[in-house]
């Protein structure tokens, strides 16, 4: 009579066991859309069912104590928006849920530093380098539930791309001032490197795969001292071979080349001249004809492609204000003198979207 006594009692106990079990977090339904930034009164990130549509939803940044604004960095697919502020401990990152509107950290201890890398090509991850002026780590994060996995990289690795297949990752490093910079390849935690290139001359930087993964384009910059450095477009294939130039581009402000949605052309910051850092324009290379256009707006964000690829949108300073000065961070200055742009690829036509709005681009 034990016996099955005590198998009633074992399957009553896994039932109730069963209720309590913790259920893996369910993604939040979400739409794409159309955002961008405004600042006044507060910042304030806005979504829309298209450029100049009426807005849907607007979620507000509320910055953390002694923060400023610095960039915006939404998820390849996804409701994820990543927002990077400059705070008085250092950089740090805070992710924001589009369809509820809620937010968290990235890391859930708000004295160690973090600064946006990538994100993995789901848009359910995201990678940063954390520690930076105390000890430096790689980390791939989950954007919902905060797990964090530490990449075994180089405490020296600046830059890091993930492969549009999400098997690889693209990162560079430099042990310091005049050592040039080194890229590597690895698997998705950063398992199995193996060296890319070596440029013991220049900087390698700002790397973006290609759509179908097959190229990657990336910056080259002078290894030296300059503040608002002039730099260059290149472009090779994803094993590091047939690398080449592309264009002279901008590459003091820190903004990545971006590929068109069929991956036959590349947005980035381009200077009208080389020795000149305050004068920017929006440019777009197209590997099919190997031609160069440019709009004569000084971008000073990076730009983005809508998702079918017939436009662009951007941010400027008013006519009123200058570009940014040589030297000056890529951070933004917002305020009423930022304008949101749309340029148009097929007509080569730019247009004002609004005032006092910047950094724009598509949830998808």
Not at 27 to 50: E, H
Not at 80 to 90: L, M, R
Not at 329 to 341: I, K, N, Q, R
Request: charged share 15%; proline share 9%; with cysteine.
């Amino acid at each position: 009579m034990r016996l099955p006594l005590f198998c009633c009692l074992v399957a009553l106990l896994s039932v109730l066991l069963s209720g309590c079990a913790v259920s893996p977090p369910v993604d939040s339904a979400y739409s794409p859309a159309f955002f961008y930034l405004t600042f006044t009164p507060n910042p304030t990130l806005n979504l829309q069912g298209s450029p100049g549509a009426a807005p849907r939803k607007s979620i507000p940044l509320n910055p953390p104590t002694d923060c400023s604004f610095y960039a915006v960095r939404p998820a390849p697919v996804g409701r994820w928006i990543a927002v990077e502020w400059e705070c008085s401990f250092g950089p740090a990152v805070e992710l924001f849920d589009t369809a509820s509107g809620k937010s968290h950290f990235a890391l859930s201890d708000p004295t160690i530093d973090s600064r946006f890398l990538a994100w993995q090509p789901d848009g359910r991850s995201i990678y940063l380098k954390i520690g930076t002026l105390s000890v430096p780590q790689t980390l791939r994060v989950d954007a919902a539930t905060g797990k964090a996995v530490e990449l075994p990289v180089s405490p020296f690795a600046y830059d890091l791309a993930a492969a549009p297949d999400g098997s690889r990752i693209y990162y560079a490093l430099s042990k310091g001032l005049g050592f040039g910079s080194e890229a590597w390849l690895a698997g998705p935690d950063g398992q199995n490197s193996s060296q890319l290139l070596l440029d013991g001359q220049n900087i390698i930087a700002l790397a973006q795969y290609s759509p179908d993964g097959t190229r990657i384009a990336f910056i080259k910059m002078p290894d030296d001292q300059n503040a608002a450095p002039p730099g260059e477009l290149w472009v090779m294939d994803s094993d590091g071979f047939n690398a080449r130039k592309l264009a002279d581009a901008d590459a003091g402000r820190g903004y990545s080349p971006v590929w068109s949605p069929d991956g036959t052309k590349i947005a980035f910051i381009g200077r009208q001249q080389p020795d000149r850092p305050e004068v920017l324009n929006l440019s777009i290379y197209n590997l099919s004809s190997s031609s160069l256009v440019s709009f004569p707006a000084a971008s000073v964000t990076q730009p983005a492609w809508s998702p079918e690829g017939s436009m662009l949108a951007f941010s400027s300073y008013g006519s009123s204000t200058s570009a940014l000065t040589p030297g000056a961070s890529s951070g933004l200055l917002p305020g009423d003198t930022m304008e949101l742009w749309i340029y148009e690829v097929s007509s080569g036509k730019g247009s004002k979207l609004s005032t006092g709005a910047c950094c724009a681009g598509w949830i998808r």
